[in-house]
C-alpha cells in the first residue's frame, strides 16, 4: 500500500475508521489485532500501534482487559436544546439547561461556599477571592446520566437572602430569573458560548465516557443591568448530543 506524503499511521487509522463508520466493522466487532494491520497494511509494529491509538483516542474503539480492542456502538446523537430565556415561573433546573417542552429529567445537586477563582471572578466581575456558591448538578434523561453543570453566583448579590441556596428555601429548585426576581434582580440577559475540549477525567467518570472523548462545553452567564449574577458551565458528551438553539426573530 502507498501512504504518499501523510503519515503512515494516519492513513492506516483512516482505512480503519472508514471501515468502521461503513460497517465494515460493526459494533462490538474485535479490531484487527496489531500483527495482522502490519501485514496488511505492510507497515512497522510502531506504525500499527499508533493506528490503534488513533482510533481510542477518537472513542470509536474500546479496550477489554485480556480480550482485545473492539469496535464501540456508536450512539445516535440526541438533542439538547437551548432558546435563551426560560419560562420564569416554575423553571426547574432541568428545564433551565433543556428548552424542549417534553424535557422531564431527574438531578442531583451539592452547593458549597468558596473563593471565587480568577477565572470565576473575571465572569461575575468580581474580585478573585470574593465568596461565591457553588452548585454542582448531575443531570439525568430516562436514567442516563447526560450532562454536568457547575454553577457560580456571587454572595455580594445573593448572600443572606432566601434564594442563597439555588435547591434550598422557598425558590429552591427554580430557574435564575425567577430565583433573582425573588430579590428584586430583574434578569435582561443572557449569554452562551459553546466550545469543544478533551473531557475531564471526572466528568467522563460521570457521564460514562472513556478517556479522550470530546466534551462540548456551555459557558453560560445571566445578566442584570450589565452586573452579572450567575455563570455556569453545561458539559455534554460530544458523541451522543448536538446542542440545538431555538433563537426567535423579533
Known amino acids: 500500500m502507498t501512504f504518499g506524503e501523510q503519515p503512515a ?88 439547561e433543556q428548552a424542549e417542552e417534553a424535557a422531564r429529567g431527574t438531578w442531583e445537586s451539592r452547593s458549597e461556599q468558596e473563593e471565587a477563582t480568577v477565572e470565576i471572578a473575571k465572569r461575575l466581575g468580581i474580585r478573585p477571592g470574593d465568596r461565591v456558591m457553588r452548585t454542582r448538578y448531575v443531570f439525568r434523561d430516562a436514567g442516563e446520566q447526560m450532562m454536568l453543570s457547575t454553577s457560580w453566583e456571587p454572595l455580594s448579590v445573593t448572600g443572606r437572602t432566601p434564594v442563597m441556596l439555588p435547591e434550598e428555601g422557598p425558590l429552591g429548585g427554580c430557574g435564575v430569573v425567577e430565583r433573582m426576581g425573588a430579590i428584586d434582580v430583574v434578569v435582561d440577559n443572557v449569554v452562551e458560548e459553546v466550545g469543544a475540549r478533551p473531557g475531564l477525567a471526572e466528568e467522563l467518570l460521570a457521564l460514562g465516557g472513556v478517556p479522550g472523548h470530546v466534551v462540548l462545553v456551555i459557558e453560560r452567564t445571566y445578566y442584570a443591568s450589565g452586573l452579572a449574577v450567575e455563570t455556569a458551565d453545561v458539559v455534554v458528551p460530544a458523541d451522543r448530543y448536538r446542542i440545538a438553539y431555538h433563537l426567535p426573530v423579533k
Request: glycine share 10%.
Open 9 to 96: 499511521y494516519l492513513r492506516v487509522a483512516g482505512d480503519l475508521r472508514q471501515k468502521i463508520v461503513d460497517g465494515s466493522l460493526p459494533p462490538h466487532t474485535r479490531l484487527p489485532s496489531q500483527a495482522r494491520i502490519r501485514e496488511e497494511y505492510g507497515v512497522s509494529d510502531t506504525v500499527a500501534l499508533e493506528a490503534r491509538k488513533v482510533l481510542m483516542a477518537e472513542g470509536l474503539v474500546e479496550g477489554r482487559s485480556g480480550s482485545g480492542t473492539y469496535v464501540r456502538e456508536r450512539p445516535v446523537p440526541r438533542r439538547v436544546s437551548r432558546s435563551g430565556y426560560r419560562p420564569t415561573k416554575g423553571a426547574s433546573p432541568f428545564r433551565q
